[in-house]
Structures are given as C-alpha cells and as structure tokens.
C-alpha cells in the first residue's frame, strides 16, 4: 500500500528551565492507504504529542513529515492548508465550543475551507455528517445538553466533514462508558469505508485491537516490534524490579501482568482455566522484546512461574 503520511526520525524537545524535555524521540512511521493504526502507550509516553507532530499542529524540533510522498517543510500556508484539507482531528477533550449549536461546531472547519463553500452546501454538508453519527436530531442543540456520547459524536462529525484523507484521534473513548466507547470506534473505524486512514492515540487494549495494525510508544520512543492484535505482545522493561502487583485479562487470549515499576508484561496463555485457578505447576512460555534487544528474565524461552511472580517474587530482567 501507498503511504499517505510518514514521519522520518522526528523529534520534540521542549525546553523547561535550565533542561531540556524530549516528548518524542527519532520517530520514523508510516500511515497507509485505508489503514487503521492503534498508537499505544501510557500517559506520559509521547502520543498526543507525536499526533500533534504528524497532523501539523506542532513543529518538529527535528526531521520531517512526508503527506503522500512529499515533505511538508516549514510554509505555515502549506501547514494550514494540509491541516484543513488532508486532516480530521478528534481531540481527547472533544474541544467543542459549548455557546454555539451543535451545528455551528461543525461547520468550522468548513468556514477555513478554501475555496469556502456555499452556505447551503456548507448546511448540507454539516447534516449530512451529523446523520451519520447518528444525531442529526441535536443540530440545533446546545452540546451541554448532550451526554459525553454524544459531545463524543459531534467531535468526529466535526472531523469528517471536509472529507478528510487521515483522521487523528486522540484517546476518543477515554470518557465514556464501555457500550459508547465500542460505538464510537465502530464509528472512527467506518471512516476506512470512505478510503481515509485512522490513528488512534489509545492506552486501552480494547481499542487498540480492533485497529490493523498497533504500535507502541515508549518514554517518546517506538518499541521495536510493533504488533497486529493478532499478534505478539511486548514490553519495553524500565528498570530491573520485575516484582509482579496485578494481573487482568484483555479477553483475547492473554492475560496481563501489571509489574512494580509501571510496566506491563502480556503473555499468551496456554491453560483453559483463568490463572485464579491454576496450579503451581501451571507455567507460560514468556518472551520480553524491548528496545530492539532481547531481553533475558530469566532467559528467553525458558518458562516462568506466573503464581510466583504474583506472590511477589522478584525477578531480573537484566
């Protein structure tokens, strides 16, 4: 597949005193043609902010963005251009203006539309969208009287209504419940129909599996490794406590152990029964992959007793 949007080595530095902050590290990504990419990592780890570097929004300390092959430079015409034509933004906050009507928050990006369509179109257009989303009903709503579905709603139809090429989303179900949220990635995700690309800034696996493809943020970096849900799972460790606190199970044939220092360790279980109920000699075959480096804990292959680690046995992954 052609890719619509590339980024080649960026970086963000943000300067904070007498230090320097790097929120993004030497990111190099590709974006194709009709696919839907699940960006995941935990708060702090650099997502919103590589969103923000490859929809235009911000300046790259270092390297470049690429939109169908070409490298964006610095024009901020050009910048503003691309944003209102080639990107859909869904932000994390929704970003709505609550004193306008549901169809005056829409109709913004139409209104830096250039050439700005006709009024009428521009009102087509904006119902058009918001029948897709299904709340063609709220137009003349104000969106405080809306639920967080809803505002949740209004947000992607604001996103889809100048046709855009690649849709950005920046953690659009983090508020809301787990029957709107499946709706609303069921809506994100039917943005492909229309041939556009989807990135989605997400730390919940439910999300992320129901993308093509995942990649995984890490202290600004990209994981080596970055998996389809079907695949493998990875951890980049930080720090040599692997004292395990926690365990869930995402529902596609893992389970996740939550470790010491805010890291994660996914693996595939090999048993029927949920590891409540597992014997002490019911072991799994792990494989940690980070930072392009196999790492050993104990060693790779070698199994490990899940029941140990979490009775608190302290493990080292280097």
Not at 159 to 168: F, K, Q, R
Not at 169 to 185: Q, S
Request: hydrophobic fraction near 40%.
């Amino acid at each position: 597949m052609n890719a619509l949007l590339e980024s080649h080595n960026v970086s963000k530095v943000y300067p904070s005193g007498p230090i320097r902050v790097t929120a993004v590290r030497d990111v190099s990504l590709s974006i194709a043609e009709g696919e839907a990419v699940g960006l995941m990592g935990p708060s702090g780890s650099g997502k919103t902010t590589l969103l923000k570097l490859l929809g235009l929004l911000s300046r790259a300390t270092r390297g470049s963005v690429f939109v169908r092959g070409e490298e964006v430079g610095g024009s901020e015409h050009r910048r503003a251009r691309l944003r209102n034509q080639f990107f859909g933004y869904v932000h994390q906050d929704f970003a709505i203006i609550e004193n306008e009507t549901v169809e005056r928050n829409v109709l913004i990006p139409l209104e830096y539309a250039r050439p700005r369509p006709a009024w009428r179109e521009c009102r087509s257009r904006t119902q058009m969208v918001l029948d897709q989303v299904g709340i063609g009903w709220a137009r003349k709503r104000n969106p405080s009287k809306l639920s967080m579905g809803e505002r949740q709603r209004v947000a992607i139809a604001r996103a889809l209504v100048n046709n855009p090429v690649v849709v950005l989303a920046d953690e659009p179900t983090a508020a809301l419940d787990g029957v709107t949220a499946e709706e609303v990635m069921t809506l994100i995700l039917s943005i492909k129909d229309r041939g556009a690309s989807v990135l989605i800034a997400t730390h919940d696996d439910r999300v992320a599996r129901r993308c093509d493809r995942i990649v995984r943020i890490v202290d600004g970096s990209l994981v080596t490794g970055g998996d389809s849900p079907q695949g493998r799972a990875v951890l980049t460790p930080v720090g040599a406590n692997r004292r395990a606190v926690g365990v869930s199970f995402p529902g596609d044939g893992t389970f996740r152990v939550d470790l010491a220092d805010g890291c994660a360790l996914v693996v595939p279980f090999t048993w029927a029964r949920r590891l409540g109920q597992a014997t002490t000699e019911q072991q799994v075959n792990v494989r940690i992959v980070g930072d392009g480096r196999i790492l050993s804990w104990p060693e790779v292959g070698e199994d490990i007793d899940v029941l140990a680690l979490l009775e608190g046995d302290k493990k080292e992954a280097m």
